[in-house]
């Protein structure tokens, strides 16, 4: 069956949730530093909203012959509409919608003149996901069971986000901190750093796992210094301390922290940069994000490449979304995944639900949807065409 049409698009979902809960203070998002590639630049170094771009996300729609449809989504959308509309999808409709395979190798063939890593491996990753989307829905089951099946039935979630005692109380057994302080804060940022982490553990007791992201914000010697000071909180993992393109970093940090499991690559893009950290072990975990590094196809072979090597695989805020709740419960090398938490204590997580089919974490674990596809419930008039 062929590709009818490939088309950038915006959901309009009405509100179909009542909240019930009172929060109880803001949450951590509202004013939090954290650490970040730009706080080297004070105008810019508080918060990460006064220089990313104003771009928000994008949805992908791909429509197969017979009506069939299936929705992927990821972000940037101004540039990645222009690649998919101008070029990808052009291309593209025609070629069998179940060939996700060749559809794959023709996006990464065919935006080499300009660059396949980065906002082209976003669109790629739209239209992959909506492929599987349109697949599962086609055959009418969920895209874990195309997959192979669920190697478990449900995957333990982690808290990413400051409000700690919040997550506990949710039953999350495990959280991780958004680092505020950097090398640019010199020996006061390492002393407001360990106090940080501290204030944590005793917050959560000795029996929660506590990661800390570091948002690409420091170098190797900074991470070194902090990891040395962190030994007595007994992290369970160290992420995203370097830029993305600093693998020779990761090598040197690894050959000097051997009491804490090093994470990264979220801004890593294709199979490519993660088959170095393996050949380099260099790492403990890879954390490619879905919507981001190729979709649901390259996932599955940056987790295959990883597994004999003894890596884990923990998707980027893999829990926020469909997709990478059904890879996270069909790949075996998948011991966790992440949850992402914006919202105030007190609002209980199935209140932030946006659209119909979505799950949340339960008690620390999920369990995703068994409809076909992704299992959201998406009906065809809230699918607004959106043009450039």
């Not at 222009?82 to 999808?89: D, K, L, P, Y």
């Not at 057994?173 to 940080?196: H, I, R, S, T």
């Amino acid at each position: 069956m062929k590709i009818k049409k490939i088309e950038c698009v915006q959901l309009q979902v009405p509100p179909f949730i009542t909240p019930k809960s009172q929060k109880r203070r803001d949450a951590w998002v509202v004013d939090a530093e954290v650490a970040n590639p730009m706080s080297r630049y004070p105008k810019y170094k508080r918060h990460r909203s006064s220089w990313l771009p104003k771009w928000g996300g994008v949805w992908v729609k791909v429509t197969a012959e017979d009506g069939t449809w299936g929705l992927g989504t990821t972000s940037a959308a101004p540039p990645v509409e222009a690649i998919i509309n101008t070029h990808f999808a052009p291309m593209l409709e025609g070629e069998d919608c179940f060939a996700r395979e060749k559809i794959w190798d023709m996006m990464f063939r065919m935006s080499k003149p300009y660059g396949t890593l980065g906002l082209s491996c976003l669109a790629m990753s739209g239209i992959d996901l909506a492929l599987w989307d349109l697949a599962g829905r086609f055959f009418k089951k969920p895209v874990y069971s195309l997959l192979g099946g669920k190697v478990r039935d449900k995957v333990q979630a982690y808290a990413t986000g400051n409000d700690v005692d919040w997550y506990v109380e949710l039953g999350f057994k495990a959280v991780k901190l958004a680092c505020p302080y950097g090398p640019a804060d010199g020996l006061w940022g390492l002393d407001e750093n360990e106090k940080f982490v501290a204030k944590a553990r005793e917050t959560v007791g000795d029996n929660i796992e506590i990661m800390l992201d570091c948002y690409m914000a420091f170098d190797v010697e900074y991470t070194i210094r902090l990891a040395e000071r962190l030994k007595p909180y007994k992290l369970k993992w160290i992420e995203e301390c370097l830029i993305p393109e600093d693998i020779d970093g990761w090598v040197t940090i690894r050959n000097a922290v051997n009491w804490v499991a090093l994470a990264t690559g979220e801004h890593n893009y294709t199979r490519y940069p993660f088959m170095q950290y393996i050949n380099r072990r260099c790492l403990d975990i890879l954390q490619p994000d879905i919507n981001w590094v190729g979709g649901l196809s390259e996932c599955v072979k940056i987790a295959n490449m990883a597994e004999p090597a003894s890596m884990a695989t923990i998707l980027h805020g893999g829990a926020n979304q469909a997709y990478g709740q059904h890879f996270s419960c069909a790949i075996t090398n998948v011991p966790m995944i992440e949850f992402f938490v914006g919202s105030p204590p007190g609002i209980q997580l199935e209140e932030t639900i946006s659209i119909p089919g979505a799950v949340v974490p339960k008690d620390g674990y999920l369990t995703p949807s068994d409809a076909p596809g992704f299992g959201y419930e998406i009906k065809d008039e809230w699918i607004i065409s959106h043009k450039n």
